[in-house]
């Protein structure tokens, strides 16, 4: 079974400064790493996602994010973030096979001017 | 693009009523998903769906839920008679080849 914890609940940053938001999953078997992004009032969409070679994968609005697997992490990273990135942000893992999706609890991102 | 679709956006139903949540996939997808987010809570995987059989499914997913591909295009998640605590938002996924999914808007579902 794989289980994901994200550290920070919730992160306040200022427009244009760093971010990081943390990842960590536990599985005893190869899994695939995803990061989704949830807007207000709006669906899941996919915002990258490690399955296989390179640890450091890109994604869709500036987003990054490293695949460490001695330290069974995956963290998000954006070098300058917008107001517009204000949205909870959920990890989340899949064993090969691809049968569910198993999320972190999320963590809010508060971009503020 | 093609995207997932879920109608209703939001369904209002009394305890032990039977509620039907609609899905369209993406037209090519093979694999298809049903996860619920109680508000405030994460989302959890209820059920998936391949070759017009269950493939998993989760604690959750008891006797009152059911799953069916009707036609070629939809997949619907049945819930036979709702208690308070299946108010939740719905989520279906869509997934060509069982890696990444790809998720719809969500049905809000609130059980009076």
């Known amino acids: 079974a794989q289980s994901v914890t994200q550290l920070d609940s919730q992160v306040p940053v200022f427009e244009e400064a760093p971010v990081e938001l943390r990842c960590n999953y536990s599985?005893?078997?190869?899994?695939?790493l995803f990061w989704y992004v949830q807007y207000p009032n709006q669906g899941l969409q996919l915002l990258l996602k490690?399955?296989?070679?390179?640890?450091l994968v890109k994604g869709i609005n500036g987003f990054e994010a490293e695949f460490n697997k001695s330290q069974t992490s995956f963290h998000l990273r954006k070098p300058s973030v917008h107001i517009s990135d204000t949205a909870e942000y959920f990890c989340?893992?899949?064993?090969?096979?691809?049968?569910?999706?198993?999320f972190g609890a999320g963590t809010i991102l508060r971009v503020k001017s | 693009e093609p995207e997932v679709t879920q109608t209703p956006s939001h369904q209002v139903t009394q305890m032990g009523q039977e509620v039907i949540l609609r899905c369209v996939p993406i037209?090519?997808?093979?694999?298809f998903y049903w996860y619920r987010q109680i508000l405030g809570q994460k989302v959890e995987f209820l059920v998936s769906?391949?070759?017009?059989?269950?493939?998993?499914k989760s604690e959750i997913f008891d006797d009152q839920f059911s799953v069916e591909r009707p036609d070629g295009s939809n997949f619907t998640l049945k819930i036979r008679s709702t208690k308070l605590e299946d108010s939740a938002m719905y989520f279906c996924?869509?997934?060509?080849?069982?890696?990444?999914?790809?998720f719809g808007p969500g049905t809000r579902l609130t059980v009076l």
């Open positions: 996924a869509s997934s060509r080849t069982g890696t990444e999914q790809f």
């Open positions: 599985s005893s078997v190869s899994v695939y």
């Open positions: 490690y399955l296989s070679g390179s640890t």
């Open positions: 989340a893992v899949s064993d090969l096979d691809g049968n569910k999706l198993v």
């Open positions: 037209s090519n997808h093979l694999y």
């Open positions: 769906f391949y070759n017009n059989e269950i493939s998993e």
